[in-house]
C-alpha cells in the first residue's frame, strides 16, 4: 500500500521498474519463469500492485532477493509504500492444467486423421 506522501509520480517509477525486473535480474537463464507486477483490481483493501512470481527452484528465488536491481527497488520501494509478501514452494507439474478446446470446424475424424 502506497503511503500517503507518495505522489503519482513515485508510484508510476516504482510500476515501471517492476515492468522490467524479471529481465533485469537475470530472466529465464536466472531461473525467473515468471514475473508480472499489475495494478491490483480489487483497490477495498488497499493493496495498489499485486505481483506474481514462478521461480526454477529455491536458489533462484534466493539469487533474485540478493540481486542489486531488487535490493535497489525495495529500498525505493521501503520509503514510499508498505507491502506484504508471501512464498510457497509449489511444484510445476501440480498445477492445473486446463482442457485444451478443440478448434471449431473440424470433426473427430478430421482430428484424428494422420
Known amino acids: 500500500m502506497f ?21 533485469d535480474c537475470g530472466g529465464v537463464e536466472a531461473g525467473i519463469l515468471f514475473l508480472q507486477v499489475a495494478h491490483n483490481l480489487d483497490q477495498r483493501k488497499g493493496m495498489h500492485m499485486v505481483e506474481v512470481a514462478i521461480f526454477r527452484d529455491a ?9 542489486p536491481w531488487h535490493q535497489e527497488l525495495t529500498n525505493i520501494l521501503g520509503t514510499f509504500a508498505d507491502w ?16 485444451i478446446p478443440q478448434p471449431q470446424g473440424f470433426s473427430e475424424e478430421e482430428l484424428n486423421r494422420n
Open 3 to 23: 503511503r500517503s506522501h507518495a505522489t503519482e509520480a513515485q508510484k508510476k517509477e516504482i510500476f515501471d521498474r517492476y515492468q522490467t525486473l524479471g529481465e
Open 84 to 99: 506484504a509478501a508471501g512464498d510457497i514452494n509449489i511444484s510445476l507439474a501440480d498445477l492445473p492444467r486446463p482442457p
Open 59 to 67: 536458489a533462484a528465488l534466493q539469487a533474485f532477493r540478493k540481486h
